[in-house]
């Protein structure tokens, strides 16, 4: 109970610090988005079977949280990047492309894990998940520029890296 308080007051604090300077209808609006969030995130971030075998606490918890926001400074940093390549691309007079599809072996076994990895992929300009064999632990993305076979993407292990944390 006290980590799902937690949570909502977080998430009504990241509110504030967005609307700042807040007013009377911040704070109400404000109180209205983290319910909202809280009500769809609670379940993903505070999971019932982690808490039973783990013995997860409020600080682990915080943990996950702390893992959770560098992932987004991540991703953004990663799209920024991703962008840039993608319009020089476009841009460049000889449209240097050479697409092709990515097998990438994943760490991930949770499927909330897989599911935030291959749409994190996707939203990144240049590259869209095509499927993922949970089984065998490979995720196929559709890439831009394909260097070559066995190419690695640094993107997709990085991602794994953090989610790992966050949800397994």
Aim: glycine share 6%.
């Amino acid at each position: 109970m006290i980590t799902k308080i937690s949570l909502f007051t977080l998430w009504f604090l990241t509110w504030l610090f967005l609307s700042w300077p807040p007013d009377t209808k911040d704070i109400m609006l404000g109180i209205l988005v983290a319910l909202f969030v809280h009500y769809m995130t609670a379940d993903i971030i505070i999971s019932k079977p982690a808490q039973e075998t783990r013995g997860e606490g409020l600080l682990d918890v915080f943990k996950r949280l702390f893992w959770f926001l560098l992932y987004v400074l991540v991703f953004v940093w990663e799209c920024v990047k991703a962008n840039i390549d993608v319009a020089y691309r476009v841009l460049h007079p000889d449209l240097p492309i050479r697409p092709g599809t990515v097998k990438v072996k994943v760490g991930l076994k949770s499927d909330i894990g897989l599911t935030f990895l291959a749409n994190s992929i996707t939203l990144t300009p240049g590259t869209t998940s095509v499927d993922v064999d949970k089984e065998r632990g490979y995720l196929y993305v559709h890439c831009l520029y394909v260097k070559g076979i066995g190419e690695k993407l640094p993107v997709v292990e990085k991602f794994d890296r953090i989610l790992k944390r966050i949800f397994e």
